[in-house]
């Protein structure tokens, strides 16, 4: 099993910046790491995708350009950087791995077998 921990979560005004970490206990060469959302009364959602280790990033249509995800294979993390933060990027943040399926986003909480605790994001 992989065990995955966030952290980096907290209260921010509108327009600033906060950058989440997911620390795992292993990320493989060219694993799928995901950050997923959600808001109270709302569907969970995945907000950016990545292949570690050089390959492909996804990211929603309502973060991109403001969110960057990347690794750093060293510290076993991925990272979650978040600028130009709105009241509705609000939610419950959470890291997971283990997907199972082909690279073809949007991608589904379901397809995930790892996933972190959570790290609450309110703007």
């Known amino acids: 099993d992989v065990q995955l921990v966030e952290s980096g979560g907290g209260s921010v005004q509108t327009g600033g910046s906060l950058t989440l970490s997911c620390t795992a206990s292993l990320i493989s060469y060219g694993s799928h790491m995901a950050w997923f959302r959600q808001a109270p009364g709302k569907e969970r959602e995945a907000v950016a995708a990545m292949i570690t280790d050089g390959g492909r990033k996804y990211y929603s249509q309502p973060v991109k350009g403001r969110f960057t995800v990347s690794h750093d294979r060293a510290k076993n993390t991925v990272y979650l950087q978040m600028n130009s933060l709105k009241p509705e990027d609000t939610a419950m943040y959470y890291c997971?791995?283990?997907?199972?399926?082909?690279?073809?986003?949007?991608?589904?909480?379901?397809?995930?077998?790892?996933w972190g605790q959570g790290t609450q994001v309110t703007v």
């Open positions: 997971a791995t283990g997907y199972g399926g082909q690279w073809s986003p949007p991608f589904q909480g379901n397809e995930y077998k790892y």
